[in-house]
């Protein structure tokens, strides 16, 4: 059985066959070491802005030492228009800018409500959003007091991320898009290694001459190589994401792999599955990229689940992405989320088997399908 297991292994994968060597390293290795090196830079500092003030006085130049003492803008230009920081907005020299009107304290006073206008560029929403937020804090507070300040700069803020000490978007969004990456790609995978043979006509290559008639070193021949390698390529992209992050104990690190192999091994399956029902390639590989693709914005990670309507929750439940990242989460902190992280390792291990007999069980009913075609159209 082992030399017939080898066999399946070697017309499978020891080939060329350029797009399978991209499934396999191509895109889980490179794709996700890009992501992680984009997203481990610490979140924007001092990015700059420009200032328009109509006049002078102690209430604007308050506010303009407070908007420079924010951790995310800093003023590079006074401008004497608006006309004039649009353009320099437009040459990339700011990335937004305020206007201050005239006789803003007087209006302040008499309690007009006077507004102070923070342009921005909405194609770049990051950047948008972290500069707005920032300058509403410092306008406001300093709108609330309303008193004489010399002190150059006034009260100046101090962030404190818990969990994440660099302030990058890698600890939060990154491993994400690393699951989400395998999550899909794993699909894909399974989808082509098991639609191949049918796509090729080598169903009797593979089934009859390399398997000898067997079906377990039929389907787990192309199987288990796939699944050991991308979940230790998965394992490792892991331990990267999760680098500097709290340290956790055995029986965690045995969770948190076991369940990535467990998710894995349920998107394998579903390719498995999914080419065993429908039979051809192209079909295969949509239905696969259909459902992977779109996942990550279902799991939970970017939207609250119990805000979803009830189908999307019911959905989002049978993909194997949404417990994963719920047990990964678990260990933000360390060793103190071992309970609901195994929950959630329960839910995937048992996604895996069922996925797993369901795609034994549709590889089974096409491989003698297959066979059948494959008779019909040598003896024509």
């Not at 206007?99 to 006073?109: F, G, Q, R, T, V």
Request: one cysteine or more; charged letters at 15%; proline letters at 5%.
């Amino acid at each position: 059985m082992l030399r017939n297991f080898l066999a399946v292994v070697k017309g499978a994968y020891l080939k060329r066959d350029p797009l399978l060597a991209l499934l396999l390293f191509v895109f889980p290795l490179f794709l996700c070491l890009g992501i992680l090196s984009l997203l481990s830079s610490e979140t924007p500092r001092n990015l700059p802005v420009g200032v328009v003030a109509e006049s002078g006085g102690d209430l604007p130049a308050r506010l303009i030492r407070a908007i420079d003492a924010t951790p995310t803008a800093k003023i590079t230009q006074r401008c004497k228009s608006v006309s004039e920081c649009a353009s320099a907005m437009k040459r990339n020299e700011i990335f937004g800018f305020v206007y201050i009107p005239a006789d803003l304290e007087k209006h302040a006073l008499r309690y007009e409500t006077p507004a102070v206008t923070v342009y921005t560029n909405g194609q770049s929403l990051l950047t948008s959003k972290l500069i707005v937020n920032d300058l509403r804090v410092a306008i406001a507070t300093v709108g609330a007091i309303l008193v004489k300040n010399s002190v150059a700069p006034p009260i100046t803020t101090e962030l404190h991320l818990i969990g994440n000490p660099s302030g990058n978007f890698e600890r939060f969004l990154g491993i994400g898009l690393v699951v989400a990456l395998f999550h899909v790609i794993s699909m894909i995978v399974g989808a082509y290694i098991f639609s191949y043979p049918k796509r090729e006509r080598q169903t009797k290559k593979w089934f009859v001459e390399e398997a000898k008639n067997s079906f377990v070193c039929a389907f787990f021949g192309r199987f288990l190589p796939a699944f050991f390698l991308l979940g230790l390529e998965f394992s490792l992209m892991l331990v990267l994401a999760r680098n500097e992050m709290p340290a956790l104990e055995m029986i965690d690190h045995v969770v948190l792999f076991g369940g990535a192999f467990c998710m894995i091994g349920v998107c394998l399956s579903y390719g498995a599955a999914i080419a065993g029902i429908v039979g051809e390639m192209r079909i295969a590989l949509s239905s696969a990229a259909v459902t992977g693709g779109p996942a990550f914005a279902f799991c939970g990670q970017t939207f609250p689940i119990f805000a979803m309507p009830i189908p999307m929750r019911f959905f989002a439940f049978l993909l194997p992405i949404t417990h994963f990242m719920k047990l990964q989460s678990a260990f933000f902190f360390g060793h103190a989320g071992i309970e609901r992280a195994f929950h959630s390792f329960e839910i995937l291990a048992a996604e895996f088997l069922f996925w797993l007999a369901l795609g034994l069980l549709m590889q089974r009913f096409r491989i003698a399908k297959n066979l059948k075609q494959e008779e019909l159209c040598s003896d024509s």
